[in-house]
Nanobody, 122 residues
Framework: VQVVESGGGLVQTGESLRLTCVISGLTDDHYTMGWFRQAPGKEREGVSV????????WYASSVKGRFTISTDLSENTLYLQMATLQPEDPAMYYC????????????????WGQGTQVTVSS
């Protein structure tokens, strides 16, 4: 499985940004993929995950209502629409994939992209 993220950048507080993750090498429908982030000096944390076919989702409480995860199955692409970005949101954002049911902990995801940086200025 190969994972490539894009879409990060510099925005101002309150603005929006959409991250894109193109995933290749999937051989099954029973995948969960998601977005994680890691700020300097902090542990990597789950932001949002989605089951590829079932569509079940999970959001971290800090982003619920502001971020939306979605998929384009025809393009093997995962998105994260981030609205109303806040000063606590800047981090390196990673896309990750696991074979199996919905989980939100980064430790159970074996396949990762290189990350895309999100910066929010006030």
């Amino acid at each position: 499985v190969q994972v490539v993220e894009s879409g990060g950048g510099l925005v101002q507080t309150g603005e929006s940004l959409r991250l894109t993750c193109v995933i290749s090498g999937l051989t099954d429908d029973h995948y969960t993929m998601g977005w994680f982030r890691q700020a300097p000096g902090k542990e990597r944390e789950g932001v949002s995950v989605i089951h590829w076919r079932g569509g079940q989702t999970w959001y971290a409480s800090s982003v619920k209502g502001r971020f939306t995860i979605s998929t384009d199955l025809s393009e093997n692409t995962l998105y994260l629409q981030m609205a109303t970005l806040q000063p606590e949101d800047p981090a390196m954002y990673y896309c990750a994939v696991r074979l199996g049911a919905l989980r939100s902990g980064p430790d159970v995801f074996p396949d990762w992209g290189q990350g895309t940086q999100v910066t929010v200025s006030s």
